[in-house]
């Protein structure tokens, strides 16, 4: 069966870091772009960072957060470092078809259930 199963979420003070997961299955994981969304509660879901089937990366953000993935463990990684309050959400991760990538939610049409994230002051 196909799936994106997340991991690795948990709570944490401002300052500290968290490294999240995401191992895909039942697709040739390598060929698609993979993606880290987040959504607050009340908000809309947002773009984090994507890499590409070449890896290739773009992030909202530049500094703190860094993408990866690993084709022979078919896993996405999220590697996130001095948190911050607002950084707080659920945290998602999804494919898009094809190997290039978009920062749109639109366009990753498969989506895991998510790990939460807490980072408190």
């Known amino acids: 069966d196909m799936g994106l199963v997340e991991s690795g979420g948990g709570s944490v003070q401002s300052g500290g870091s968290l490294r999240l997961s995401c191992v895909g299955s039942g697709f040739t994981f390598r060929t698609y772009c993979m993606g880290w969304f987040r959504q607050r509660p009340g908000q809309e879901r947002e773009p984090v960072a994507v890499i590409d089937a070449w890896q290739n990366t773009q992030y909202k953000e530049t500094g703190r957060f860094t993408i990866s993935r690993d084709n022979v463990r078919n896993t996405l990684y999220l590697e996130m470092t001095d948190l911050k309050p607002e950084d707080s959400g659920m945290y998602y991760c999804?494919?898009?078809?094809?190997?290039?990538?978009?920062?749109?939610?639109?366009?990753?049409?498969?989506w895991g259930l998510g790990t939460q994230v807490t980072v408190s002051s």
């Open positions: 999804a494919r898009r078809p094809g190997g290039d990538c978009y920062m749109l939610p639109s366009t990753f049409g498969y």
